[in-house]
């Protein structure tokens, strides 16, 4: 039972391969750091474990078989900038509900306000719309979650706050993580493992 990247590699339309033969698995409940610098990959790598991009070479694979492209997808993208992730002509209610109801206790958990569900996207600060994305992925069918700087643009009490809850996520319902950052000091406080981007894929 796991997320897989078997020999993945990608390039940009007639550009030259980003990177090959990335290689990771992540097992239920783990939260893996993937570190590494600027423009390396890492987000491109994210987004093809959650299915937004197809891969050039290798394959994904959750359980041993490709992901599902069709319906509600069990790996989720989680970005920066969360204001990019939702429409923002939508309502946070029906952003909220937009693969199930969410739970009360999830959005309690998260400090999501029942006032929030009748303002729009911009209407929210950047901490507030980064929750609501969060409780957005956590529908019943939800296995992983591919973290994407997602508290970087945050202050460091929204930052704990979001990590405290995903840590509870992925060791009371098994979410696995994997949790990209160039901040060792971020990776070393919530991640099981932290792998280096060079180390598990070849570059150009
Ligand atoms: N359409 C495109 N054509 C060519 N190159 C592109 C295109 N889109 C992105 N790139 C390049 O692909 C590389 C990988 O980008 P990616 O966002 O995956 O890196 P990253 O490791 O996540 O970086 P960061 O930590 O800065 O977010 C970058 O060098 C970027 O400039």
Redesign the pocket.
């Known amino acids: 039972m796991m997320l897989e990247a078997r020999a993945l590699g990608f390039a ?1 339309p007639e ?1 030259p391969p ?1 990177f090959t033969d990335a290689t990771l698995a992540i097992a239920p409940g783990e939260i893996v750091g993937l570190h ?1 610098p ?7 790598l994210g987004r093809l474990l959650s299915g937004h991009l197809a891969p050039g070479w290798g394959a994904v694979l959750l359980d041993g078989a490709p992901l599902r492209m069709a319906g509600f997808c069990p790996v989720q993208y989680l970005g920066q900038s969360p204001m990019h992730m939702v429409n923002p002509r939508w309502r946070v209610g029906a952003i909220l509900s937009e693969a199930s109801a969410p739970e009360p206790k999830t959005l309690a958990a998260l400090g999501i306000a029942e006032g929030w569900s009748a303002r729009y996207p911009h209407e929210l600060s950047g901490g507030q719309l980064q929750r609501v994305a969060i409780a957005r992925a956590l529908a019943p069918g939800l296995r992983f979650l591919v973290a994407d ?1 997602i508290s970087t643009m945050l202050d460091a009490i929204t930052q704990a706050e979001i990590w405290a809850f995903l840590t509870r996520l992925a060791a009371e319902r098994g979410i696995g993580i994997l949790a990209i950052s ?1 901040d060792r000091a971020l990776l070393e406080a919530v991640a099981t493992r932290t792998l280096e981007f060079r180390e598990i894929a070849l570059g150009p």
């Open positions: 940009h550009g980003l590494g600027s423009g390396i990959g890492k987000s491109t700087e160039h």
